[in-house]
């Protein structure tokens, strides 16, 4: 018998057509562990060879969109959710979610405006930039670094202002408009509700309210209150800190707090701390000297210490921060 007409053994095309297709595979891999890694341009190099080879594929482009997405490369994460958009026979919410971050990071408000309208969310008339009542919401500024969260007012989809008096080492301002991530990373009290919490992208708008902290000693949260009640040209927002603020854990700041085997003891309930510390929003040190002025003049046991103002610059994600996961996610993360 003529061994040479097995039918099992494969053709010459077949084996080619087999290793090209390992090579593929093996390839989208390596793309997707660089991305899963938080090697953002590797993954963006390399999503790219897959383009190149299979450019017809939707998927790859939303990847590569994704990835420029979180290195906050606006002009090209749009480009590739456009034509994600446009392989598509249908609808993805994902992709008209990332092209609408990606175009209001650009300012580009009618294509920011077109995403939102196809992702069915009713927007305010009008062709320029979205000023809406989107609800509150929670913000995590930098999320790659100390994760501050503050309450902010959505004016848009993904573009919020903040509530509180942030703290001056996170580099943002009382009032500053900032761009944030279409997911919820978490939940925050709000009230007697809870609301989302979105990891920030992206200052867009800086804030004329400079951030002053200030030390005082007083008798009784109503001598806050009655600081709080002065209403003066300049003055953004005034915050206690010493009671609005708590240092949290990681887990913490995804909105699932827990018990620390290192917890300090609780300070008993009803005691109060006379020093406190406070946030003021103002425009000017003079606008803050002339409130304090009149609030410690007010009542006795009213004491002014110190005024403080540094600025502290933006911080950035650095190579392999994989900082835009929730906390589930994160916890699953090997």
Request: proline content about 5%; hydrophobic content about 40%.
């Amino acid at each position: 018998m003529d061994m040479s007409t097995d039918h099992d053994t494969p053709h010459d095309g077949d084996l080619l057509d087999d290793e090209i297709l390992g090579e593929r595979q093996a390839l989208e891999g390596r793309a997707y562990d660089a991305f899963h890694e938080g090697d953002l341009q590797q993954a963006v190099a390399l999503f790219g060879e897959l383009i190149a080879i299979a450019p017809e594929v939707p998927y790859l482009h939303y990847m590569r969109g994704l990835a420029h997405k979180y290195l906050r490369n606006w002009p090209a994460s749009l480009r590739d959710n456009l034509e994600s958009e446009r392989l598509r026979d249908e609808f993805d919410v994902a992709t008209a979610w990332n092209a609408g971050i990606a175009a209001t990071g650009m300012a580009d408000w009618a294509e920011a405006r077109r995403q939102w309208t196809r992702s069915g969310i009713t927007l305010p008339e009008g062709e320029g930039p979205i000023e809406g009542n989107f609800g509150v919401a929670c913000m995590r500024l930098a999320p790659w670094a100390d994760a501050e969260v503050v309450y902010m007012s959505r004016i848009d989809p993904v573009r919020a202002r903040i509530d509180n008096v942030p703290l001056p080492e996170s580099g943002f301002r009382f009032g500053d408009i900032v761009l944030h991530d279409g997911a919820s990373t978490g939940q925050r009290t709000y009230g007697e509700r809870q609301v989302p919490v979105f990891n920030a992208m992206q200052r867009l708008q800086v804030s004329d309210m400079a951030t002053f902290t200030v030390f005082v000693q007083c008798d009784s949260a109503d001598d806050i209150a009655a600081l709080e009640a002065i209403n003066l040209p300049g003055i953004g927002m005034i915050e206690d800190w010493t009671a609005t603020v708590r240092r949290l854990c990681r887990r913490c700041s995804y909105g699932t707090p827990h018990q620390h085997d290192d917890d300090a003891e609780a300070v008993e309930e009803g005691t109060w701390a006379r020093g406190r510390d406070l946030g003021i929003a103002a425009q000017s040190l003079a606008a803050v000297e002339t409130l304090l002025a009149m609030w410690t003049a007010a009542a006795p046991g009213r004491l002014l210490e110190a005024i403080e103002q540094h600025e502290h610059p933006l911080s950035d994600p650095e190579p392999g921060q994989v900082w835009w996961l929730g906390e589930e996610e994160e916890g699953a993360q090997v």
